[in-house]
Every structure is written in C-alpha cells, then in structure tokens.
C-alpha cells in the first residue's frame, strides 16, 4: 500500500535535512506544513530555517501559540534568538533559573538514557549562555552548573565553565567530584575521566596524569587531540615551552583547524622567538580563516614578538570584538600596554580580564606585577592575595609575593614565598627557566639578611645553569665587595660587564670595588 502523499514528503524533507539541501528541505517543509498544519511538521521546518540562518523566521514560526509549549521548540525559538543577539527575548523563552516553565529545569531528573542529553540540560546552557553574553557571569555559572547536574553529557556546559574559566582550580575539582557520572549508564567512567583532563593544570596533577594513562591504555586515545593538548597545557605549566611547542605542532599536524590549540601553540612560538614561524602562521590565517578570531590573535602575537606594541594591540582588539569572551586577546591587549611601560592603561585591560574571567588567577597576578612596577606595594600585595586565593601552586605568583614582601623589608616572610616558589616549581617538574628567577630572588633576600654564604650559594647554582646573566654575576660581586673579597669582586663585575658593557650599577660597583682593592693593598704594604 502506498503512503499518503504527506509521508512521502516528510521523506523528501528529511532526505534533503541529512544531504544539506536545505532549499529543498524548506521548499518540502512549507508545502508539507500547508498539508497537515501538524507542530511537528512546523518545527522541522523551523529547522531548515536555522540551518539556512534565518533565524527570524525560525523564531516567528516556533513562537506560534500551539508551538510554544514544546519544550523541542521553546529551545530551538530560544537558539533562533540568541543567534540574533536578542538575549532578554531569549531568557523570556527559557525562562531563569526561577521562573523558568514547567519541564524546563530539573535538576535533580535522571538524565537522557538513550546516549544523547537530556533537553532539560540544554534548555540550563541556553539559559548559562544568555547570562554570559549579559556578563552576568555568577548566574551563568550557575547556570551552566544546573545544565551538568541533569545530564552531564551536556559537554557544552562543561567546556563554557572551564574556558571562561568561571571557576577557581579548586572549584573545578570540587564541581567535578560532585556530579553524577554513575547516572550516564556504562559510559559515565570514560566522561569523567575525559572531564579531568580538562581542569586546570595547577591543581592535583596527579590525578591528571593517571585519567591520561586510564583513557590510553582502556580506550586506545593515544593520538586524540583534546588529550595531546591537555598534555600541552601541563607542559606549558611546566615552562617546558620546548616540548609544548613541538606537541602542538603534532596536534595541528594532524588537525591544521583545530583552533582551540592555536593560543597555546602562540605563546609557545612567542616563548622561544620564533618570528619567522609566527609571521608565516599569520599570514596564513589572515589569507584562510579571517573570520576567526583567533587568526587576529595570531597577528597580534607576531606584532608583539616583533616588538610593536602598538600594532600588536589594534589586532587583540580585533580579536576581543569578534569574540567578546577570548580570554587571550584581552591578557594580549593589556601585555601591550605593559611592554610600553603604560602601567595605568595596563592595569586598566588587566582589570576587565579579570572581571570577565573570575576564575582565573592570571589577571590579579599580572595587576600585581603592574602595581610592583609602580612601587605601590600594598595595592600590588592586595592584588597578588586575591591571585593567591584562587591559585596556591604557581610559581610565578609565589615569587612575586615574596618579591613585594622584599620590597617591604619583610625579609623572612619573602623567604618563606621564595622556598614555596621553589617547592612548587619542583613538584610541578617545572623546567629550569621557572625557578632561576626564584633563586636570584633567594640569593638578594639573603644578602639582604647579611647571609652572605646562602647568597653565594644561590647565585652561583643560579649560574651554572644560566651562564650569561650578566645581573646574577654583578649579585655576587655585589657579595663579595660586602665580605671584604675585593678581588673576587673585581672579577665578578667585569664578567658581568663583558656581558652587558653599558650597564651603569656595574660600572659603578666595579670602580667602587678597585678603589676598595686598591686601599687594601696600600694598607697591606704600608703594614709591611
């Protein structure tokens, strides 16, 4: 028996769905729906629609009275919407997190048990979505929370939280412990374990390291590009820059659109100077993709590395317009400020980085650094505790802590940073470029304490390992003159002097250092 001349079209309709003719699938839809007036066959039309970027349209025919109670439709009206920018419309149709229709919101509901995501937790990230492009970004964590406590197969969610960094590394963890993977029938142990590669790098490296040898050697996910790249992000946590670089280069090897690498894969280049790399890459991606933000990201980076500032800000600018809630074009746009030494315009771009990534540590520390530049040590202290609040275990953030502590003369208290700094460094494996600045700092914070052999002591573990610092050679001459070893440190600052000619402190201490010399020995000969 034939099917009715509606069916065949709904088959028609579909076929052209699943082949992207979406002219077609419109065409059929429309002329299916005249037919039956069916809300079924309305809302597959609404899909051809959005497919085809009217998203007008789309809303228009799934806010129909009959249309509006479908939980099916409300979401794909409330998408139509956000598409449009038009984000109060578009809360009105998800309703908030309090008021939000029947059927909407339910938490505490099992969650989709055919291995798709349960529409309630899609209908919480439209909702955690509006409220991030509102900069409401308490309630949309929430949000985004409520969608991951229904289903947590709602990766979307996931992936907004930890790339806008709403939560604190603690928080992450925390969160992370509290959901309900059991819920996700036999797959909930491969989700968490791919959920914990994710979090943040400083925190419970451990338990990065073995859900990484669990999903290699269970689920065979040694080439996967999101877990080469959390590997990358460890490594560049590390200051392995080295490394980083070249497991970046294997993940875009393999994937050259694999975009959410590019930031890290930037820094790396900018990390080793490679300009000749980043001016081929931004060529590229200007040429290619110039509607992704991340190619002016790219561009902004070759600038800075170039050393013009001013350039390299217009792009970041770029950048953070496409893309509002990017993360790298905001740090980007404040570094450059900071490179000219325009420390209030800096502190300025460091300040909304840090109110649109609240989980982030990195803005406080860099407004720290800022104030510590302008020897306002007390903001410069307040800005690096808020930093500290949220992360314990960066190195960087620790010694510069005890670098304001040194300022203000409290001495043992900024050994006692320098030593975590130093601790932390070692058990995050970091590379040697991560505790050298430490160690000088130890090394000063010991001559200031009259320590003079801990002094030493540093400085020159400082230089086996960095042997062209010219600064660190003019420390412990520096020591050397305060010991009464004139000689030695006569030594010491023309090493450091054949490194840096026209360094002034040096010339300075070093005619400080011959005078001094010269009075011992004419003391010595006149005893004879």
């Known amino acids: 028996m034939a099917l009715p001349v509606h069916e065949r079209l709904?088959?028609?309709?579909?076929?052209?769905?699943?082949?992207?003719?979406?002219?077609?699938?419109?065409?059929?839809?429309?002329?299916v729906l005249s037919m039956t007036d069916d809300p079924n066959d309305a809302f597959w039309l609404a899909q051809a629609y959005f497919n085809t970027g009217h998203y007008a349209r789309a809303r228009q025919l799934l806010m129909r009275q009959d249309l509006a109670k479908s939980p099916s439709c409300r979401y794909l009206a409330a998408l139509s919407l956000i598409r449009l920018a038009k984000w109060d419309e578009a809360l009105a149709v998800v309703g908030d997190a309090g008021t939000a229709p029947p059927g909407a919101d339910r938490r505490d509901g099992p969650p989709a048990t055919d291995g798709g995501v349960a529409l309630e937790a899609s209908m919480a990230y439209l909702r955690g979505l509006i409220?991030?492009?509102?900069?409401?970004?308490?309630?949309?964590?929430?949000?985004?929370?409520?969608?991951?406590?229904?289903?947590?197969?709602?990766?979307?969610?996931?992936?907004q939280l930890i790339a806008n960094t709403l939560m604190t590394p603690m928080e992450e963890w925390e969160f992370l412990s509290s959901l309900r993977f059991d819920a996700t029938s036999a797959d909930g142990d491969l989700v968490k374990l791919l959920y914990t590669t994710k979090l943040n790098k400083y925190h419970n490296m451990n338990r990065f390291f073995e859900a990484e040898n669990q999903l290699q050697a269970k689920y065979n996910l040694h080439k996967?590009?999101?877990?080469?790249?959390?590997?990358?992000?460890?490594?560049?946590?590390q200051c392995r820059f080295k490394q980083c670089f070249q497991l970046c280069e294997q993940i875009l090897a393999k994937d050259k659109f694999k975009f959410s690498a590019m930031p890290l894969y930037l820094a790396c280049l900018h990390e080793l100077e490679q300009k000749n790399k980043l001016f081929l890459l931004a060529h590229d991606m200007a040429e290619n993709h110039p509607d992704e933000p991340v190619t002016w990201l790219t561009v902004g980076v070759y600038y800075l590395a170039a050393q013009n500032p001013a350039e390299a800000r217009r792009y970041f600018s770029k950048a953070s317009i496409m893309d509002p809630h990017f993360g790298p074009a905001w740090i980007g746009f404040a570094h450059t400020f900071a490179v000219e030494g325009e420390h209030e315009q800096a502190i300025s771009a460091y300040s909304t980085a840090a109110r649109f990534f609240q989980g982030a540590h990195l803005p406080p520390l860099f407004l720290g650094m800022q104030h510590l530049q302008l020897h306002n040590f007390t903001l410069a202290e307040e800005y690096l505790e808020s930093s500290y609040a949220i992360c314990k275990t960066d190195p960087l953030l620790l010694n510069e802590m005890g670098v304001v502590l040194y300022h203000k003369n409290h001495l043992d208290r900024a050994l006692d940073f320098f030593f975590e700094a130093l601790k932390v460094a070692e058990e995050l494996d970091s590379d040697t470029k991560a505790w050298v600045p430490i160690k000088v700092n130890l090394g000063h914070a010991f001559r200031q304490l009259r320590r003079w052999p801990e002094a030493v002591a540093n400085f020159e573990e400082v230089l086996r390992v960095a042997k062209h610092e010219p600064e660190v050679y003019s420390a412990v001459g520096l020591v050397n003159l305060q010991m009464g070893r004139t000689a030695e440190a006569v030594l010491n600052f023309q090493e450091a002097l054949s490194l840096a000619p026209n360094d002034p402190v040096s010339w300075d201490l070093l005619k400080r250092a011959l005078e001094e010399n010269v009075s011992a020995t004419t003391l010595e000969v006149a005893q004879l």
């Open 131 to 159: 409220y991030n492009n509102q900069n409401n970004f308490d309630r949309a964590k929430e949000c985004f929370k409520d969608a991951l406590r229904i289903d947590v197969k709602c990766y979307e969610a996931y992936d």
């Open 224 to 237: 996967n590009g999101d877990l080469m790249l959390s590997r990358a992000e460890l490594l560049f946590v």
């Open 10 to 31: 709904r088959l028609w309709r579909h076929d052209a769905l699943q082949q992207h003719q979406y002219q077609t699938a419109v065409y059929v839809g429309d002329t």
